[in-house]
C-alpha cells in the first residue's frame, strides 16, 4: 500500500506559478505510472496530467498543455507539478494518483488509478 501526500498549493495572481509536490510512502513508486488531477465543487474529477513509471513519457489535458509540466524523481519517490501561467480556471483542489502500471498507453481517467492523495488547493486570482 502506498501513501500519497501533496503539497505546495495555495493562492497566486493570474500569470503566476506554482509547484505541486506529491510524496510517497509505504511503498517505492518506481513501478507506478503517477498522474495529476483537479476537481472544482459540483464538477468531475478532471484529468490534467500523467508520467509514466520511468519518466520516459508524459501527457496532458489539452487545457494546460504548454503550461504545465510534471516530473518524477524516483530516488525521492516523489512526483511533481510545475504549473506556469496560472489562470482562474486552474482554481481546484489538485490530487495526485498512482496506479502499478508499465504500459504504453497514458492513465488519463480517476478509475484506472488506485491510490489517492488528500488533494492541495490552489486558487488563482484574477
Known amino acids: 500500500q502506498v501513501q500519497l501526500a501533496e503539497s505546495g498549493g495555495g493562492l497566486v495572481q493570474a500569470g503566476g506559478s506554482l509547484r505541486l509536490s506529491c510524496a510517497a510512502s509505504?511503498?517505492?513508486?518506481?513501478?507506478?505510472?503517477m498522474g495529476w488531477f483537479r476537481q472544482v465543487p459540483g464538477k468531475e474529477r478532471e484529468f490534467v496530467a500523467t508520467?509514466?513509471?520511468?519518466?520516459?513519457?508524459?501527457y496532458y489535458a489539452d487545457s494546460v498543455k504548454g503550461r504545465f509540466t510534471i516530473s518524477r524523481d524516483n530516488a525521492k519517490n516523489t512526483v511533481y507539478l510545475r504549473m506556469n501561467s496560472l489562470k482562474p480556471e486552474d482554481t481546484a483542489v489538485y490530487y495526485c494518483?498512482?496506479?502499478?502500471?508499465?504500459?504504453?498507453?497514458?492513465?488519463?481517467?480517476?478509475?484506472?488509478?488506485?491510490?489517492w492523495g488528500q488533494g492541495t488547493q490552489v486558487t488563482v486570482s484574477s
Open positions: 509505504g511503498r517505492t513508486i518506481n513501478n507506478d505510472a
Open positions: 494518483a498512482a496506479e502499478e502500471y508499465s504500459g504504453s498507453v497514458p492513465l488519463t481517467r480517476p478509475y484506472e488509478y488506485r491510490y
Open positions: 508520467i509514466s513509471w520511468n519518466g520516459g513519457n508524459t
